[in-house]
């Protein structure tokens, strides 16, 4: 005899539905968890990803702007010939030279350098020209009334004899300095075309006289006109400058001595110092450096900027690059069975790969639309720093947007190409 096992009573099945309930729960609530998590972290990547390529376009920008500047500035035209130009300084008043045997060393100095082999032309300045020097004096012209606000300070500096043929500065009207315009001579001076422009517009300065200071005698005699020349730096905008023997200073002292050379000005820097040393063995010589080397110098705060900033610039594309191929690769992995349930029902690999890239492109997007406005308020800051740059300059941003998006576009490629190579068998067996 048989006895039949009993089925589950009603109680009992209610005990094991509660039982499952509450062993099911705390696994989907960890999946909602989970999914929640995730998709948190996802939008985080993502605008950490806007971020990165809002500040590359930043930096890239600032780059473009400050090797733009610096192009335009050692391109400008100094009206100097800087090309094969060697300059060096001495200082006879270290020794206590008196003024007419300092007069007398700056002459045969002078002689001695230009006879140099491989020498062509020499001459010297007391304020070496485009090393940042700017000195003014304020002048009264015989017969001028200015404005009270009228600026009556333009540049000032003394010159040897031959100093404008040596610099390549063509004299337009009059005559250059000579041995003759010395102490005791008759006072005369050499102006420069905004000189004229500014105080005789419809006049030749030629032959009439100015003093220094506010008041007193006009004794000085313009001599001569020369086409304008920077003297501070390649910055400096177009002003009037006043030129003056170095022979006529009561007590002459430091001057820069320049060469035009026919090779490379370097080479003669050892023959000029044995120049300076056949004069006076005790007399140093300082700086002899070329005049191009000087501007570098002179300017070297702008060739740090644009160099910093484009290897910052470099470094920010860098790292948002590596974001951008990061995230696209996890999102790629994450929706590779999605990606595979396309293919398998007929999506061709391009749709595939318009897909990833799409967004890509999207997140390049809103940080450009972040970036952009904020390049033109930042922008405002740096602009002091600029030369014949605003920050606003459509080819710099242009250019940075491409730079941005093409390197967003490279970054995202390669996971982009792997998700058009998903097998869709594999794709759906993917946990």
């Known amino acids: 005899?048989?006895?039949?096992?009993?089925?589950?009573?009603?109680?009992?099945?209610?005990?094991?539905?509660?039982?499952?309930?509450?062993?099911?729960?705390?696994?989907?609530?960890?999946?909602?968890?989970?999914?929640?998590?995730?998709?948190?972290?996802?939008?985080?990547?993502?605008?950490?990803?806007?971020?990165?390529?809002?500040?590359?376009f930043l930096l890239l920008a600032a780059a473009g702007l400050f090797t733009r500047s610096l192009y335009k500035l050692m391109t400008v035209d100094s009206g100097i010939d800087t090309g094969r130009l060697l300059e060096f300084s001495i200082d006879p008043s270290m020794h206590n030279y008196p003024p007419d045997r300092a007069r007398r060393l700056f002459l045969d100095l002078q002689t001695g350098l230009g006879h140099m082999p491989g020498a062509q032309a020499a001459s010297g300045v007391s304020h070496a020209v485009l090393a940042d020097n700017n000195a003014l004096n304020t002048v009264h012209i015989e017969g001028y009334r200015p404005s009270e606000e009228q600026d009556m300070n333009p540049g000032y500096n003394e010159m040897l004899p031959g100093f404008f043929s040596t610099a390549g500065v063509p004299l337009i009207a009059g005559r250059d300095f000579n041995e003759r315009d010395t102490a005791g001579a008759p006072e005369v001076a050499i102006v420069n075309e905004t000189f004229q422009q500014r105080f005789f517009p419809d006049a030749s300065p030629l032959g009439h006289r100015f003093g220094w200071g506010g008041s007193g005698p006009t004794n000085i005699e313009i001599v001569g006109v020369v086409k304008d020349m920077k003297q501070g730096d390649l910055?400096?905008?177009?002003?009037?400058?006043?030129?003056?023997?170095?022979?006529?200073?009561?007590?002459?002292?430091?001057?820069?001595?320049?060469?035009?050379?026919?090779?490379?000005?370097?080479?003669?820097?050892?023959?000029?110092?044995?120049?300076?040393?056949?004069?006076?063995?005790?007399?140093?010589?300082?700086?002899?450096?070329?005049?191009?080397?000087?501007?570098?110098?002179?300017?070297?705060?702008?060739?740090?900027?644009?160099?910093?900033?484009?290897?910052?610039?470099?470094?920010?594309?860098?790292?948002?690059?590596?974001?951008?191929?990061?995230?696209?690769?996890?999102?790629?992995?994450?929706?590779?069975?999605?990606?595979?349930?396309?293919?398998?029902?007929?999506?061709?690999?391009?749709?595939?790969?318009?897909?990833?890239?799409?967004?890509?492109?999207?997140?390049?997007?809103?940080?450009?639309?972040?970036?952009?406005?904020?390049?033109?308020?930042?922008?405002?800051?740096?602009?002091?720093?600029?030369?014949?740059?605003?920050?606003?300059?459509?080819?710099?941003?242009?250019?940075?947007?491409?730079?941005?998006?093409?390197?967003?576009?490279?970054?995202?490629?390669?996971?982009?190409?792997?998700?058009?190579?998903?097998?869709?068998?594999?794709?759906?067996?993917?946990?």
């Open 1 to 56: 005899m048989t006895c039949a096992r009993p089925g589950p009573t009603k109680s009992s099945r209610v005990v094991e539905s509660a039982a499952a309930a509450v062993e099911t729960r705390p696994a989907a609530d960890r999946s909602v968890r989970s999914r929640s998590l995730g998709l948190r972290q996802t939008w985080f990547r993502k605008a950490l990803i806007c971020a990165q390529v809002a500040l590359s």
């Open 235 to 431: 910055k400096e905008k177009p002003k009037p400058w006043t030129f003056t023997p170095v022979l006529q200073n009561p007590a002459p002292g430091a001057t820069t001595f320049y060469v035009r050379t026919a090779r490379d000005p370097l080479t003669l820097a050892p023959a000029a110092r044995q120049a300076v040393h056949r004069m006076d063995a005790a007399l140093p010589v300082f700086d002899p450096e070329t005049v191009d080397g000087q501007i570098h110098e002179t300017h070297f705060l702008d060739l740090l900027l644009a160099w910093l900033s484009v290897a910052f610039g470099s470094l920010a594309t860098l790292l948002a690059s590596i974001g951008l191929y990061g995230i696209t690769a996890f999102n790629v992995t994450r929706r590779t069975q999605e990606i595979g349930i396309r293919v398998a029902l007929g999506a061709a690999r391009g749709n595939v790969l318009r897909l990833v890239m799409r967004e890509v492109l999207i997140l390049a997007a809103a940080g450009l639309f972040v970036a952009v406005p904020a390049e033109l308020a930042l922008g405002r800051v740096v602009e002091s720093q600029l030369f014949e740059m605003k920050a606003s300059d459509p080819v710099v941003i242009a250019g940075a947007m491409a730079m941005v998006l093409l390197v967003s576009i490279l970054a995202a490629y390669v996971p982009a190409r792997r998700a058009t190579r998903i097998d869709p068998m594999q794709a759906l067996r993917w946990e």
